[in-house]
């Protein structure tokens, strides 16, 4: 079994990995999925010029020389409220009184605000001269007809979904949701329901990998629990296939009973089984029977729980067409000086905050793979490279920002 690296492994995985079909859902129902097409807008935003303030259109040049000492009196002959047009154009001399979002009148080519006025009866005082164009926002000015405003493989945000109603947009193409199987191994596993005795320990990676899957926009399918015989994986893993994509915990290492490899193999899987250089995590299956992605993760929960996001996650943002696979990673100072042996890349579970426009980083507690304190209490995962033995307090690592708040696990 060869040892091979994060990357190389994420690559060989992705490579394998086929982008979902396209549906079309009501832009209400699409918060958080990832855009399939560009959003071409077929309207100019604002439709016309309009008003920026409360106050009046007039003519600038009428009112160059005014001050508050030497106001200008003008006109009032209209009043334009939003959603209307002005009857007449204006005339030098004149004034219209109009409200934000109101369209400009044909002939004015400024709007002073209210503040900077006077009224007196039918007329107002203006105290204050005015720029060209001043407080007119022009037609266009936000979006242009023709323009693409959402680029496809983007995940909808709250501000996107606005940006289509803007355009006018009641419907829009996402990438279709992988359902994917989730598979817990090992005799000594029970379901949430079960009273544990003596060596018997809950499914919390079946759980956490339904939340990471959900996150992540997959649609989880959970399986339960399979027993350490051929025979039962073999069983489970046949219903799993049911699935766009499989994943399983358990049963993936070097013990007598990690029987999971072998019963893919006899269902006909192509398999590539690495050692990665990573720490935790370092047992992984991955391969394909027909051309269904099938993972087999580590059992300890902090290795399942980093697996997931450094292999799984990325596939399914694959698979629904996101252009930006890997998550978002900053560099933080270091809190205080780590150490560890050369020859793998460690994740460590991590607190990052930023202050002053800087992010710091602490490795939050004891970091082993079965510890998922540690995990439950971390927004990060600090990578310590490879060849590294030493980070300094107060040097620069990189650290994976968790998607803790993706609306699509809403
Ligand atoms: P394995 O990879 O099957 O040898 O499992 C490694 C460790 O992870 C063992 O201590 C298992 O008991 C534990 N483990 C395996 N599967 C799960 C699970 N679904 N939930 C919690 N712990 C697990
Ligand atoms: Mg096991």
């Not at 507690?365 to 439950?376: D, N, R, T, W």
């Amino acid at each position: 079994m060869s040892m091979i690296q994060v990357q190389e492994a994420r690559d060989k995985i992705l490579s394998k990995i086929k982008v979902k079909g396209v549906e079309k859902v009501s832009l209400d129902q699409a918060l958080g999925r990832v855009l399939a097409e560009d959003v071409i807008s077929e309207v100019n935003n604002p439709p016309l010029d309009n008003s920026a303030m409360d106050g009046y259109a007039l003519i600038a040049e009428d009112i160059a020389s005014a001050t508050p000492e030497t106001p200008i009196q003008l006109e009032v002959v209209e009043e334009i409220a939003a959603g209307y047009s002005a009857k007449g154009a204006l005339k030098s001399g004149q004034a219209m009184r109009i409200m934000t979002g109101a369209p400009i009148p044909t002939g004015a080519n400024a709007v002073l605000m209210q503040e900077d006025t006077d009224k007196d009866g039918t007329f107002i005082l203006a105290k204050d001269r005015a720029d060209l164009e001043e407080n007119i926002r022009k037609a266009g000015e936000d979006v242009q007809k023709g323009e693409t405003v959402i680029k496809k493989g983007v995940t909808l945000s709250p501000a996107h979904i606005g940006m289509m109603a803007v355009v006018g947009r009641s419907q829009v193409a996402v990438g279709q949701r992988p359902t994917v199987s989730i598979l817990s191994t090992g005799d000594e596993i029970l379901e949430l329901d079960q009273k544990p005795e003596g060596p018997q320990i809950y499914n919390s990676n079946g759980h956490m990998l339904a939340a990471q899957i959900r996150s992540a926009g997959g649609i989880p399918v959970y399986l339960g629990i399979a027993k350490d015989t051929e025979k039962d994986l073999m069983e489970k893993f046949e219903w799993a296939l049911q699935s766009d994509i499989v994943v399983s915990s358990g049963g993936v290492s070097v013990g007598d009973y990690d029987l999971v490899k072998a019963s893919l193999e006899k269902m006909g899987q192509e398999m590539l089984f690495w050692k990665v250089a990573m720490k935790p995590g370092k047992p992984l299956a991955f391969g394909r029977i027909g051309d269904k992605p099938i993972f087999g993760l580590p059992g300890n929960p902090v290795s399942s729980f980093v697996s997931f996001e450094q292999f799984v996650r990325p596939s399914l943002k694959k698979v629904m067409g996101c252009s930006d696979l890997a998550h978002p990673t900053v560099q933080a100072k270091l809190t205080r000086t780590i150490h560890k042996k050369p020859g793998r890349l460690h994740f460590l579970s991590a607190i990052v905050s930023s202050s002053d426009g800087e992010y710091t980083v602490t490795p939050a507690g004891e970091q082993g793979s079965g510890v998922l304190k540690s995990a439950a209490n971390a927004n990060g995962l600090l990578i310590f490279p490879l060849e590294e033995a030493e980070i300094k307090e107060g040097e620069q690592v990189a650290v994976q920002l968790l998607d803790i708040n993706n609306p699509q696990s809403l």
